[in-house]
C-alpha cells in the first residue's frame, strides 16, 4: 500500500476515534459496514420516505417538485443539523438519497444543474451553502457540476423563522438570473434542501423561466407538504442502497 493511502487510513482511524462515525439521522454509533454511507440500519429501514414521482407542483412556476424524504422527526433534525449546525459533511449521506429520487423519478439530465443560493450575508456567516453542496451530489448522477445561475438580490428573514403565510411572501422577487450563461430553450434543474410553501423554489423557479429557461424541474431533499396522503406512510417507499 503507498504510504499517502497508509497515511489517510491511519488518519481516518484516528478521526474515528476522537468524532466515531454516527447515523446522520438518529445520532446512533455506526458500525463498520455501514460508516460508509452514514446511515444506521435502522434509519435505512424506516425513515420517512416519499414515493417515487412528482410530489406536488409549485404554485406560480408550475415547476415539478421532488422530494425522497419527508420533512419530519429525525429528517428535520438531521436537516437543521446540517444547516444551522454546522455539519456540512451530512451532504455526503444525502447524496446517494437525491440520487435515487432522480433516478427513480427517471428525471431526464437537465442542461444545468443549480441551486437556491443564500444570500452573501448568510453564505459568509455559514460558511458554506447547504443547497449548491446538495446540487453537486444530485449533479453527479448526470456528471454535471452545479452552475452558479441565480443571485439573491435581497435579503429575506429565515424562512424557519416565519410563518406559513410570511413564508410565502418572503422570497418574492429575492432572486434573479446571475447572468453569464445562455437559458434560452434550457431545462433546468434546481436544488434546495427543503421544500415548505414552495415559495422559495417558486421564486428560483420564475427568474430561471425569465431568462428564457424552458423547463425547471426542482428537487429537494425534504419536504414537509406534497402528495397525498397515502404517500406519507413511513414504511412505504424504495429502500437505499
Ligand atoms: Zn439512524
Known amino acids: 500500500m503507498p504510504l499517502a493511502e497508509r497515511l489517510y487510513r491511519i488518519g481516518c ?6 468524532y466515531p462515525p454516527k447515523c446522520v ?38 415547476s415539478p417538485v421532488y422530494a425522497p424524504l419527508w420533512y419530519r422527526n429525525r429528517v428535520r433534525e438531521s436537516v437543521l443539523r446540517y444547516k444551522f449546525g ?13 440520487r435515487h429520487c432522480l ?17 452573501r450575508q448568510r453564505l459568509r456567516k455559514r460558511g458554506y451553502d447547504q443547497a449548491y453542496l446538495l ?4 449533479g453527479k448522477l448526470y456528471g454535471q457540476r452545479p452552475i452558479p445561475l ?6 429575506t428573514k429565515a424562512q424557519s423563522s416565519l ?17 453569464g450563461f445562455p437559458l434560452s430553450g434550457a431545462r433546468v434543474l434546481l436544488v434546495d434542501d427543503v421544500v415548505t410553501t414552495g415559495a422559495t423554489l417558486d421564486a428560483c423557479a420564475m427568474a430561471l423561466y425569465r431568462a428564457g429557461c424552458t423547463e425547471v424541474v426542482c428537487l429537494a431533499l425534504s419536504s414537509s407538504v406534497g402528495g397525498d396522503a397515502r ?7 424504495h429502500r437505499m442502497t
Do not use: M
Not at 231 to 237: D, E, I, L, V, Y
Open 150 to 155: 441565480l443571485k439573491k438580490i435581497r435579503h
Open 13 to 18: 482511524g484516528l478521526l474515528d476515534l476522537i
Open 25 to 62: 439521522f438518529c445520532a446512533a454509533l455506526l458500525p463498520a459496514p455501514q460508516r460508509e454511507e452514514g446511515i444506521c440500519i435502522t434509519c435505512q429501514n424506516t425513515l420517512p420516505r416519499t414515493a417515487p414521482g412528482i410530489l406536488r407542483q409549485l404554485d406560480d412556476s408550475l
Open 231 to 237: 404517500r406519507t406512510s413511513p414504511n412505504q417507499g
Open 135 to 138: 446540487a453537486q451530489e444530485a
Open 163 to 179: 410563518t406559513a403565510a410570511q413564508r410565502r411572501r418572503n422570497p418574492r422577487n429575492a432572486y434573479e438570473y446571475a447572468g
Open 86 to 98: 454546522g455539519r456540512s459533511h451530512y451532504h455526503r449521506v444525502y447524496g446517494p438519497l437525491l
Open 103 to 119: 433516478l427513480d423519478a427517471d428525471v431526464a439530465p437537465p442542461d444545468y444543474v443549480t441551486w437556491a443560493p443564500l444570500s
